[in-house]
């Protein structure tokens, strides 16, 4: 029995379900950018395996630390006790983030990162006595598939069954210079029923690869705190330099009050969830009552391997190599832009950081489940491109090691499949 074989006996893979879905392309192993089947195959990897492989696949110095780290302690039951790598770790990348950010609290995936930041909000309120349980996020949203983070993700197909169960949410347009004024009317009008805000900073991801101004969402930022609305910064997906700078936060002024974090935490190697937040916030939990208390734990809580892991991937963040990783990345992203923005078939280019989306034109039929992102799936497919169009939208979000031969082969494939699609 093959292996393909022996996975649809007993495996039930995401968005998989159709009785006409594909079977599953076997991998067996992971080699900088590239991915390579049971054939030996190549595929590279353009989305970054779901956004969170930074460094390349199977990179030996993460293998390194892991691999001494199991050697050590593998596993501690985080509630009463600690260890070396997970209070590395928050000591570390503490430093990288707004100075506000003062504690953290480990999870252990991202959406579980974004129910820890929905909780502290909601508890927060109630803590002090001011029970708020509205919250506010945009349209179009996307913050993870467990319930709290449902709630606050767009209503669409894939929240559809859960609709009546998900807890009241107000949702916002994306800010620009037109709505930005009533916007914050809007925020006024609420802001003794909103418990916070919680957003997707500079790019929607799931949402189709949307982007806005970082002008924008500061002065949103700022309106949310002058009503003392609490901010959450979903940056699960824009962490770690996904929009040119460590993370998207960079690019406001504001500060948010709690941050989320996970995908690129660890290099893409493993999962593992952090919620960072201020004093402010860890202050309405500290308490001699214990009904005070954030009772939300995880059974793999800053699991030291994890921990190990991210350590790793964080020192390989920060060497200069992978700056200038990132800005060759968005340097080629903005040359292919300029050559494709003006073709028939595309109707926007748009690019921030190492992200490049093209929005295909298709007279109006813009679903994720249109005919033609499974066309084009299948098409860079067969290329040995491993590109997940979101409806009508195909992106480029690669490791920062891919090579420029490499991210040339996926431009090239594109503007082929521009004229043969």
Not at 30 to 55: F, T
Request: glycine share 6%.
């Amino acid at each position: 029995m093959t292996l393909v074989e022996r996975d649809l006996k007993v495996i039930w893979h995401p968005y998989t379900q159709m009785k006409t879905a594909l079977p599953p392309i076997p991998i067996i192993r992971g080699e900088g950018a590239c991915l390579y089947d049971e054939n030996g195959k190549k595929y590279i990897d353009a989305v970054s395996s779901w956004w969170v492989n930074i460094h390349g696949h199977s990179h030996p110095y993460i293998a390194q630390k892991v691999a001494e780290q199991l050697t050590k302690l593998e596993h501690v039951i985080f509630a009463g006790f600690t260890h070396p790598t997970a209070v590395e770790l928050a000591e570390r990348l503490l430093k990288l983030l707004p100075a506000n950010q003062q504690k953290a609290f480990y999870s252990d995936n991202g959406s579980t990162a974004v129910e820890v930041a929905i909780k502290m909000c909601l508890q927060y309120w109630n803590n002090r006595g001011n029970r708020r349980t509205k919250m506010l996020a945009f349209k179009n949203a996307y913050h993870g598939d467990t319930f709290g983070a449902m709630a606050v993700s767009g209503r669409s197909a894939f929240t559809a069954a859960f609709d009546s169960l998900l807890f009241e949410v107000e949702f916002i347009d994306l800010p620009n210079i037109n709505n930005i004024q009533s916007l914050k009317s809007q925020i006024s009008n609420l802001k003794s029923e909103l418990a916070c805000f919680i957003f997707e900073p500079l790019i929607q991801g799931s949402g189709g690869m949307l982007m806005y101004e970082a002008q924008y969402l500061n002065e949103l930022m700022a309106h949310c705190r002058k009503e003392d609305v609490l901010l959450i910064a979903d940056e699960v997906f824009t962490g770690f330099g996904r929009t040119g700078k460590a993370f998207a936060c960079d690019h406001v002024m504001e500060q948010p009050d709690i941050m989320c974090f996970s995908k690129g935490l660890t290099g893409g190697t493993m999962a593992l969830g952090l919620t960072t937040c201020t004093q402010r916030i860890f202050d309405a939990f500290l308490s001699d009552d214990r009904l005070k208390t954030l009772f939300h734990g995880h059974s793999f809580t800053a699991n030291p391997v994890a921990c190990s892991a991210a350590l790793a991937s964080l020192d390989l963040f920060l060497a200069e190599d992978t700056n200038k990783n990132v800005q060759r990345i968005m340097g080629l992203h903005t040359q292919f832009a300029l050559k494709i923005k003006d073709h028939p078939k595309i109707k926007e280019v748009r690019q921030t950081g190492t992200i490049i989306a093209m929005e295909w034109e298709t007279g109006g039929n813009t679903s994720y489940f249109s005919s033609l992102r499974d066309k084009l799936y299948q098409y860079f497919l067969d290329a040995g491109i491993i590109l997940r169009p979101l409806g009508n939208i195909i992106y480029i979000l690669p490791p920062y090691c891919i090579t420029t031969e490499d991210l040339s082969y996926i431009y090239s494939k594109i503007e082929q499949a521009l004229e043969e699609i």
